[in-house]
């Protein structure tokens, strides 16, 4: 095959491939319908927003940023089969895309929960039903929507690892991530905690299902609890960053001689860079308070383990100690943070009791009473209640 021949070829393909493209015209009406659906998302106008990106799509069917836009549209207006199918179809055009396997991780992730939040209520139906036969049936369709649910969280948690190694400086995927993995560690969790409350189970069988957990459930845990870690350091680079910023925006700003207008300009950028800070200081703590809360529930079971399985004793104190310390750690920097964090004196206060140190926790639950709204009185003369019973127990010996 001679050059000339080849390149004939080529000039061919180029016409062929020129003649089924688009206009200049038509990719600059396409690009102002996306931009404009964006515009209407970022504003929650979801359905602006579908109908921007159905324009666009009418001009350009294979266009990614169409695409994927309108799969992130159906999820935010709750069409999770339809959203699914277009995340797949952008997969199809881009399976390389953070944001794509983001979307679609997203909706299974939602599509797990919402089965998970069956197989619960249904769980609790239980309490009410007396008939045998009812009770065998709605107990395999409680097993089944949690089968389903853990096929959801799977394939969830597959997508967000996989988003993960196209971007990792996407941060709400490493909170998501952790999320996912709780979901999967739940289950066990929660038998290994019903397991404990039954009075009439050996030991042994009561440490069976502990061992479950531990070998099922825990490594989720741990796992959550590493991405949360990801997530918080994440954050705090981003507080970092913007506070640098919004210093130099306040100095720039007292200089002298400085125009009106340059005034007004400098005025919103550090207003703005104040509300970038705060959102993403909320965010921080959130995420501590997520990560302590799991610790929390961790070293709960154990210590409850601890109890009650006495030949387990060690291993379960070792463990409840563990995570404690690191629940107890994540709250001190929350109110670092933020001193006036109410909730996070009544968290300190669960922990020292945990810990047998009942003065401290009346100390911490005092501090929380202090705090408390004046517009819920209920609550709190309950946590008054809590408090005196934990005076009660401070004077014993």
């Not at 159906?74 to 339809?82: A, D, G, M, T, V």
């Not at 055009?93 to 197989?119: C, M, N, P, Q």
């Not at 107990?139 to 196209?166: C, D, G, I, M, N």
């Not at 207003?271 to 501590?288: A, F, N, S, V």
């Amino acid at each position: 095959m001679t050059h000339k021949f080849l390149m004939f070829l080529l000039s061919l393909l180029i016409i062929f491939l020129a003649g089924c493209g688009l206009t200049q015209e038509e990719v600059n009406k396409r690009d102002d319908y996306v931009s404009r659906a964006q515009l209407y998302f970022q504003n929650q106008k979801y359905l602006n927003a579908l109908q921007q990106i159905n324009l666009a799509l009418e001009i350009d069917s294979q266009d990614k940023r169409a695409t994927v836009s309108k799969g992130w549209t159906l999820f935010y207006l709750k069409n999770y089969e339809k959203a699914q199918e277009w995340f797949q179809t952008a997969l199809d055009l881009d399976d390389s895309d953070a944001w794509t396997h983001y979307g679609i991780a997203s909706v299974y992730f939602r599509k797990g929960s919402l089965e998970f939040d069956k197989a619960g209520k249904l769980k609790t139906s239980l309490l009410v039903i007396e008939e045998k036969e009812e009770r065998e049936k709605t107990t395999q369709t409680v097993k089944k929507h949690r089968e389903q649910a853990e096929h959801w969280f799977l394939l969830s948690l597959k997508h967000y690892q996989e988003s993960l190694l196209y971007d990792e400086a996407l941060t709400e995927l490493h909170k998501m991530t952790a999320l996912t993995h709780v979901m999967l560690g739940l289950p066990t969790y929660n038998n290994a905690n019903e397991a404990l409350a039954k009075e009439k189970w050996s030991p042994q069988d009561r440490w069976s299902q502990i061992e479950i957990f531990l070998a099922e459930g825990f490594p989720h845990y741990e796992k959550a609890i590493e991405s949360l870690e990801k997530y918080i350091t994440m954050i705090e680079r981003e507080v970092e960053t913007t506070n640098t910023l919004l210093q130099e925006k306040i100095e720039e700003r007292k200089k002298i001689g400085l125009p009106e207008k340059d005034h007004i300009r400098l005025d919103i950028v550090i207003e703005d860079l104040r509300i970038q800070m705060e959102l993403r200081k909320q965010k921080y703590r959130t995420g501590q308070g997520i990560a302590a809360e799991h610790c929390y529930n961790l070293a709960l079971l154990m210590y409850k383990s601890a109890q009650q399985i006495i030949e387990k004793r060690a291993l379960c104190q070792e463990k409840s100690k563990k995570y404690s310390d690191a629940a107890k750690e994540r709250i001190e920097l929350m109110l670092k943070s933020d001193p006036y964090l109410r909730n996070a004196y009544r968290n300190l206060s669960k922990i020292a009791e945990l810990e047998g140190n009942f003065p401290l926790a009346a100390e911490y639950m005092q501090e929380y009473i202090k705090r408390y709204p004046t517009g819920d009185p209920k609550g709190k003369v309950l946590a008054e209640g809590e408090y005196e019973k934990l005076q009660e127990l401070a004077k014993k010996p």
